[in-house]
């Protein structure tokens, strides 16, 4: 007895041919990756062009003035022309980002989950925006804002402080004033990413919203907060008018907030606008301030990319 099989149709037969998209770019893509490799290296070269821009002044000035006398806390005697000590601007830089800080941080954290955990749509619709307006405000607004209100109105009547027109205290807080949208807009957008199953298996274990948003959420979204932090630190260390106009132009050791202290950028923005010739000492200095500035920054960024790849979750 003889058994014959038939064999079928092999599989896919009668189908349609799918054409490989894989091994073939669509139309316009290679512009594309063009237009983004093309944007990306503008950026880079940029950057390059400004640290070349400020490295030739500052060698120049750093074969007529010894680093000794640049990292110093006070200015050499005899020096008439220009005052090369940078420690002291350096420690008012750093005590005005710390106020800011103090204000920022708190606030855009509460505004943030406030309007992440909280707020109705209708609310968080008009108070986002709100709080992202001020950023728009322009700088020479927020520093007349702190010369002329802040100090006079708030500090020395409110508060009956003995304190100086221009002073860090009011420089500081202003500042933080200004760095509120960065901090609660990106830690916002950090607490948004969470996803929503750990919040409900934290209100099924028993946990209040409080609860839930402090130790559930608050984790979860650590590396987006600590960015915005430090994001919200460079932006304040970078500032120029608010600290220009309202923290003075002393320099100083002390660490008394009541007294004015000269920053880093203000120096910038003074000697630029001053009589140093071109070429001089006292002109090139700015530039070597302007290269620590820029690696006090960069400092910054590494840090916080640091902490962003150490505490990142992926959901």
């Known amino acids: 007895m003889t058994t014959s099989t038939t064999a079928g149709p092999p599989p896919g037969a009668g189908l349609p041919d799918v054409p490989d ?7 316009g893509e290679a512009v594309i990756k063009a237009l983004l490799l093309t944007a990306a290296a503008i950026s880079v070269a940029i950057t390059l062009g400004i640290v070349l821009a400020i490295i030739g002044p500052t060698i120049a000035f750093f074969r007529e003035v010894p680093l000794g006398d640049f990292l110093s806390t006070s200015d050499p005697e005899g020096s008439r022309d220009f005052f090369p000590a940078v420690i002291p601007m350096i420690l008012g830089t750093l005590m005005t980002t710390v106020i800011a800080l ?9 505004a943030a989950m406030y309007l992440s955990e909280y707020a109705s749509p209708r609310a968080r619709k008009w108070l986002k925006p709100t709080v992202e307006l001020l950023a728009g405000v322009p700088s020479v607004v927020y520093g007349a804002f702190a010369l002329f209100f802040v100090t006079p109105t708030v500090l020395q009547g409110w508060l009956n ?9 009011a420089a500081g807080i202003v500042l933080g004033v200004m760095i509120i949208p960065t901090v609660a807009s990106l830690s916002e957008d950090a607490f948004s990413a969470v996803p929503l199953a750990l919040r409900q298996g934290s209100l099924a274990m028993g946990a209040n919203r409080m609860q839930t948003t402090l130790r559930v959420v608050l984790p979860a979204a ?10 919200g630190m460079s932006r304040a260390v970078g500032e120029t008018m608010i600290v220009l106009m309202a923290g003075g132009s002393a320099k100083s050791m002390s660490l008394d907030v009541t007294e004015g202290h000269q920053t880093m950028t203000a120096f910038i923005a003074q000697t630029f606008s001053g009589e140093s010739p071109a070429g001089t000492p006292g002109y090139n200095m700015l530039y070597a301030v302007a290269l620590l500035l820029f690696v006090m920054t960069l400092v910054m960024n590494l840090i916080s990319t640091s902490i962003v790849r150490r505490f990142r979750q992926a959901y």
Do not use: D, Y
Not at 102 to 110: E, H, K, N, S, T
Not at 162 to 169: A, D, K, R
């Open 222 to 231: 650590l590396s987006g907060v600590a960015a915005a932090i430090v994001l």
């Open 21 to 27: 998209l894989s091994a073939r770019s669509r139309p």
């Open 161 to 169: 402080l003995e304190i100086s027109l221009t002073n860090s205290l």
């Open 102 to 110: 103090l204000v920022a941080v708190p606030v855009g954290l509460g």
